[in-house]
């Protein structure tokens, strides 16, 4: 096309666009000539004449002096036409490059026509911050997150309009004049479709994954109305980590100016309230309580109201520290006796006044009372859990039970606190555990020692369960300091048990296992309860002379539906954790002694050891029909495509976790009469159970790998098997253990 050509279809373009733009001035202009409009303004002016405007009419289209201008279309794809408004002054170097970056990060992700959260961003002035702000969001963008844009100017005379109105995708609000943070989030609101409401501050600075874990918290988590951000200041000390409201309404940052590391800010935890400066709320509460309450503008007091708005409606409010905001505190307000900041003092007494009910049973304002109010919204029992380390849930059964236990307290609505003895916050355990909200007390640079982290929780501790026998002995003379507390001694399992089986089983002279037992005897006798894993092993230290003891298992949960395929499977499988010598005996004893005689009848079957730390005589077993595949993340695929487990133990004590995981995957099992105490296998019913001897062993591998009949009935059994060990079944009495043992006087 030549340059004429051009130039003439772009003049036919503009003349097409300036009709269409004086049909929408023609149709506007009867619009305010007409009766309805002039009713609707009457009525509106009315109202706010006589002081009883609602959040309602900030909703409407119109209302009294806003002369709202939605620059941008509720529709991403025309949002193009906000380029038409042209800047009244020159771009910095910096909105340029907002500019480019957020219309890149647009282009490659259309705005969605059904997000699933709306984001509102209010901003009064202070160009450079919004910006600042905006620039922060195009940095880290959302690549999971269907989001909506609500960008509200309330009033601003710094040409922001210059550099937002160049946004693709983004819904663009602009008030006449400023009215405040109050109704610029309640506009900004009245344009959501999202699920989720989410409202920032535009002097903030957000940092990667920041609305991901907002929206996953309420995704996650019904009850859960509203939640919000870890609050950091420039320099990176905490900010607010959730706030404390005092009985008479005045407010407490938690946290505030201590290491935004410390672990005691870094849990999910029910708060009184979240600041607005970043904060996300289901958009159906929000419209259901109205709003921010029109009655608090221009500002503050209104997300606290918010937050008991949704908490009297059978919402809880969470913090969320996986979620940081870097934000100035009053970038544009700072001074508290003047400017809006003066409205902390006028709208705390009509705070009081309409909340006073609730805040009687707050806390008194002092310092002292910081971590009880803190803990205020824990309904249960609070409970400190010690352990070796963190619950490493996916490489040793001992761990997966306890993370199993921690689960079922918390669902119980139980505070739970842990400190691993090595103080070492391991990863991703440690976050996964936050994430749940366990406060989980480990090393940081700069922070408490072990014993200083403990003797701060410790006034607020009921019961104590502390596995092992080691960490008993190290722990309960310092838990004993408060009278108040239960100790709970888990076994894990009977120890000296497993070394005189040891003993036995090689020929061995090696009387320690006395040793042992004298120290297990001892602390189940000082404890004010002690639990083993299997009744067999209840039996034993109730022998031994304990108190009280209780039995909880491994727990298990059934991963498959319906009937499993005999044809479909194929192959041996063994799984432990290597650092646990019974598991490193049971696969040599199996790999030299008990294959060779299976390889006989079927010289095609492979054998397949997965788990972790395996040491180098177990790397040694790998050969061509041995696969050695040491620590693997997801073993369903592992379960579900082998045909036989076998767990050839010949010594060891307590339930064994990898019999229970084979239940779980209803994948039959040939084992030791070692290997199937405490989960109720039965030879020839639910599970091939022979006598530790290669022969035996072997015939009993070949003999269930061949018969699809028996394998199918062992299979079916499974579900049935494993139902006592099930987290539905074990729940109520674990529950029924803590309630017992509160209820126990100390020796």
């Keep these: 096309m030549s340059e004429n050509g051009r130039y003439r279809e772009l003049e036919a373009r503009v003349r097409d666009e300036r009709a269409r733009l004086e049909g929408v001035r023609a149709d506007y202009e009867v619009i305010m000539r007409s009766r309805f409009h002039a009713l609707r303004m009457l009525w509106f002016s009315l109202k ?26 509720r529709r991403p794809s025309r949002a193009k036409n906000r380029k038409d408004v042209a800047p009244t002054s020159g771009l910095t170097e910096e909105e340029t490059a907002l500019i480019g970056a957020w219309n890149e990060r647009v282009a490659a992700r259309p705005m969605p026509e059904t997000p699933l959260v709306t984001l509102v961003i209010p901003f009064f002035e202070r160009r450079d911050l919004t910006v600042r702000c905006l620039q922060s969001i195009a940095d880290s963008w959302f690549e999971s997150l269907e989001v909506q844009f609500v960008l509200v100017d309330d009033g601003s005379t710094d040409q922001t309009c210059a550099v937002v109105s160049r946004l693709e995708g983004v819904e663009y609000v602009r008030s006449a004049k400023n009215e405040g943070f109050v109704r610029a989030c309640n506009r900004g609101a009245a344009l959501a479709r999202g699920k989720y409401l989410c409202f920032l501050n535009n002097d903030t600075v957000v940092r990667d994954g920041w ?44 946290g505030r100016e201590e290491h935004a590391d410390d672990p005691r800010y870094n849990f999910v935890c029910d708060v009184d309230y979240v600041s607005g400066a970043s904060l996300i709320v289901r958009t159906g509460v929000f419209r259901d309580v109205n709003g921010f309450s029109e009655a608090l503008r221009p500002a503050y007091y209104e997300d606290a109201d918010l937050c ?139 922070g408490r020692t072990p014993q200083e982290s403990l003797e701060h929780v410790l006034p607020h501790i009921d019961v104590a369960w502390i596995s092992r026998t080691e960490l008993y002995d190290k722990y309960e003379p310092l838990l004993r300091r408060n009278a108040n507390v239960r100790i ?46 299997t009744p067999e092993e209840q039996s034993v230290l109730r022998e031994l002379g304990a108190r009280e003891v209780f039995v909880v298992p491994t727990i298990h949960e059934p991963r498959v539906g319906g009937d499993r395929s005999f044809e479909a499977s194929s192959g041996l499988l063994f799984i432990g954790n290597y650092h646990h010598p019974p598991n490193v005996d049971a696969v040599r004893w199996l790999c030299k002694e008990v294959m060779p005689i299976v390889w006989r009848s079927l010289p095609d079957v492979t054998l397949t050891l997965v788990g972790s730390n395996p040491p180098h005589e177990v790397n040694a077993l790998a050969a061509d029909r041995v696969t050695v595949a040491g620590y693997v993340r997801d073993v369903a695929p ?65 003999a269930l790998y061949g018969d699809a009949q028996r394998w199918q009935r062992y299979s079916n059994a499974s579900v049935a098997t494993i139902e006592p060990f099930t987290p539905e079944s074990v729940r109520p009495r674990l529950l029924e253990i803590f309630e017992r043992v509160r209820s126990l006087v100390s020796p």
């Design 48 to 73: 706010q004449l006589f002081g009883i405007t609602s959040a309602s009419d900030v909703y409407a289209a119109w209302s009294t002096g806003l002369e709202p201008t939605l620059t941008g279309s």
């Design 211 to 254: 609305l991901d874990y907002l929206v996953m918290t309420l995704e996650h988590d019904g009850s859960v109305g509203i939640a919000g951000s870890k609050l950091v200041f420039p320099d990176g000390r905490l900010q607010e980590a959730g706030g404390v409201l005092w009985r008479d309404a005045t407010g407490w940052n938690v």
């Design 308 to 446: 008991f708005s949704a908490r009297a409606r059978g919402y809880r409010v969470v913090y969320q520290p996986r979620t940081v905001v870097v934000h100035e505190d009053g970038g544009s307000s700072a001074d508290a006796s003047s400017g809006a900041k003066r409205f902390q003092e006028i709208n705390r007494p009509k705070f009081l006044e309409k909340w006073n009910q609730e805040l009687e049973h707050h806390y008194e304002n002092a310092r002292a009372n910081v971590p009880a109010a803190m803990r205020r919204h824990c309904k249960g029992p609070r409970v400190l859990v010690i352990d070796s380390y963190v619950p490493l849930y996916d490489k040793e059964a001992g761990s997966l039970r306890l993370m199993y236990v921690v689960k079922m307290l918390r669902q119980a609505g139980y505070g739970v606190v842990f400190i691993p003895d090595n103080y070492a916050p391991l990863q991703p355990y440690t976050s996964e555990l936050q994430q749940l909200g366990v406060e989980v007390l480990h090393h940081f640079d700069g």
């Design 488 to 533: 709970l001694y888990d076994t894990v399992d009977l120890n000296h048990v497993r070394r005189r089986r040891k003993a036995e089983v090689h020929g061995e002279s090696d009387r320690e296992w006395e040793e042992l037992q004298r120290q297990e005897a001892s602390a189940a006798r000082r404890a004010d309860a002690s639990i083993a894993v």
């Design 638 to 702: 592992y379960f579900l495509r082998s045909r036989v487990f076998v767990a050839p133990l010949r010594f060891g004590a307590g339930i064994k976790g990898k019999i229970g995981q084979a239940l779980e995957f209803a994948l039959p099992v040939v084992t030791t009469p070692v290997g199937a105490e405490g989960i109720g296998l039965r030879d020839g019913e639910n599970a091939a159970v022979v006598a530790a001897e290669p022969d035996a062993f072997a015939h009993a591998i070949v």
